[in-house]
């Protein structure tokens, strides 16, 4: 399994700010932030499948155009992953005629540009061998992360989260776990911000890797513009000893 970062920063402007999206082999997308947008229209047309980790825009904004640019390019619709939960906030407030037209429904309802497909917490997609899980996470809305297993070995993307026991009780038992990307949107003086939209800060990332039981290259997802270098600074004062790295734009993980 390949998997680049089109983006993983938490808002935009510049060149590398992209909003959460990241691209496994040339068919998959793990959400599908701003960053999807620098796909050229063969890359675009390529994706059968978006796994989201929740409903909001930072993650999801790249849906309605996509569809709307390629669907009339390919011979199956787009497959969109998801908790029942986020399929409704999609449903009622996206794809709703209002904001976006229904791709459901488009051409017709018998050949679709896009379709949903509901998942829970623990269930196992594979898509040609590629096992795709979905874990538990803890924000404001309901959410995930997500497993990705080769077999071979494995990364976690934790989505937007905050503590959460379960998880790492998870994460603890993939024996072949390579990587994990985890999100710290905010820096320690914005702590109560963090714990009211149920991010992470510093801090409380130290404590969440304490949790961790297994050896894994730890890379640091959805900074916050204008904060990326003191929240950095402050996770390696607070977590230097795990080593967790910042997550770049068009990095590589294969696995």
Not at 43 to 52: A, K, T
Not at 71 to 100: D, Q, S
Not at 231 to 247: D, F, K, S, V
Request: proline residues 5%; contains cysteine; aromatic residues 6%.
């Amino acid at each position: 399994m390949k998997l680049r970062v089109l983006g993983c920063s938490g808002g935009i402007g510049g060149r590398h700010l992209r909003t959460t999206s990241l691209l496994l082999d040339n068919d998959v997308l793990i959400d599908a932030g701003t960053g999807v947008s620098d796909l050229s229209l063969t890359e675009l047309s390529l994706l059968d499948h978006v796994f989201i980790t929740h409903s909001h825009l930072d993650h999801i904004t790249s849906i309605p155009f996509m569809v709307d640019t390629v669907g009339g390019m390919r011979n199956r619709p787009l497959t969109i992953h998801a908790l029942p939960a986020t399929i409704e906030t999609l449903k009622n407030h996206v794809f709703n005629w209002a904001i976006w037209p229904d791709f459901t429904q488009i051409p017709t309802v018998e050949r679709p540009f896009m379709q949903y497909e509901p998942l829970q917490v623990g269930e196992v997609v594979t898509l040609a061998g590629r096992r795709i899980t979905a874990l538990p996470a803890t924000h404001t809305v309901p959410a995930v992360g997500y497993h990705l297993d080769s077999g071979a070995g494995s990364l976690v993307f934790t989505g937007d989260t905050t503590v959460n026991d379960m998880l790492w009780r998870l994460v603890n038992r993939m024996g072949n776990l390579r990587y994990l990307i985890i999100e710290t949107a905010f820096c320690n003086r914005e702590k109560s911000l963090a714990i009211a939209s149920k991010h992470l800060c510093p801090s409380m990332l130290a404590d969440e890797l304490a949790k961790l039981e297994r050896s894994a290259d730890i890379f640091i997802t959805h900074l916050k513009p204008g904060e990326i270098e003191l929240t950095m600074q402050e996770i390696a004062e607070c977590a230097g000893q795990y080593q967790p790295r910042m997550l770049q734009n068009n990095q590589v993980f294969e696995f």
